[in-house]
T-cell receptor, first 117, second 111 residues
Framework: NAGVMQNPRHLVRRRGQEARLRCSPM?????VYWYRQLPEEGLKFMVY????????ESGMPKERFSAEFPKEGPSILRIQQVVRGDSAAYFC???????????????FGPGTRLTVL | DAKTTQPNSMESNEEEPVHLPCNHS???????IHWYRQLPSQGPEYVIH???SNVNNRMASLAIAEDRKSSTLILHRATLRDAAVYYC????????????FGQGTILTVHP
């Protein structure tokens, strides 16, 4: 059973370009979470999605960032007009249940390391 | 989310036990105690969780104080592969699935 897959693993963009980060959850998982880890900082929650729905986006910057998890295909984290401060590792996690259960373990992907030149 | 406090760093020797403490004095009755760890250049991985009773699994043991205001993650025989940042996280049993990470404890294991 393949784990959470993220691609690309490394992404380099110039200021002003768009970055698209993809996350394929584990088989059977319908809940996806995105986290960001800035250099020398801890992991910060960004957004929590269920198929076709955003459940919690309290950690998402108000501008330039968006996320989706379509019925078919991977979850996408999209960053428009990237700036140097967006350089970070972006981790995706998936879980089987999500929501109200505290038992459900989150399985993390290897991350996408975004560098903005 | 209730706050947790962990030491910034700890050191251990290989094949010795490691006790990683976590204080959570404002824990509520419905909060579960979860531990995750993050190895260098990798995503976090689940280690263990508990509510009131001590818990054991293949990776570690979790000892929870009787008043639940603190807990200890125990690695019975540290290996070099256990060098990581360990995060103690409280999750409300009725809340959202997001994880709120603190600064964690950096564990260094010496050969």
């Amino acid at each position: 059973n393949a784990g959470v897959m993220q691609n690309p693993r490394h992404l380099v963009r110039r200021r002003g370009q768009e970055a698209r980060l993809r996350c394929s959850p584990m088989k059977g998982h319908s809940h996806v979470y995105w986290y960001r880890q800035l250099p020398e900082e801890g992991l910060k929650f960004m957004v929590y999605l269920q198929k076709e729905n955003i459940i919690d986006e309290s950690g998402m910057p108000k501008e330039r960032f968006s996320a989706e998890f379509p019925k078919e295909g991977p979850s996408i984290l999209r960053i428009q007009q990237v700036v140097r401060g967006d350089s970070a590792a972006y981790f995706c996690a998936s879980s089987q249940i999500g929501g109200t259960s505290s038992y459900n373990e989150q399985f993390f992907g290897p991350g996408t390391r975004l560098t903005v030149l | 989310d209730a706050k947790t406090t962990q030491p910034n760093s700890m050191e251990s020797n290989e094949e010795e036990p490691v006790h990683l403490p976590c204080n959570h004095s404002t824990i509520s009755g419905t909060d579960y105690i979860h531990w995750y760890r993050q190895l260098p250049s990798q995503g976090p991985e689940y280690v263990i969780h508990g509510l009131t009773s001590n818990v054991n699994n293949r990776m570690a043991s979790l000892a929870i104080a009787e008043d639940r205001k603190s807990s200890t993650l125990i690695l019975h025989r540290a290996t070099l592969r256990d060098a990581a940042v360990y995060y103690c996280i409280l999750r409300d049993g009725g809340g959202y699935g997001k994880l709120t990470f603190g600064q964690g404890t950096i564990l260094t294991v010496h050969p």
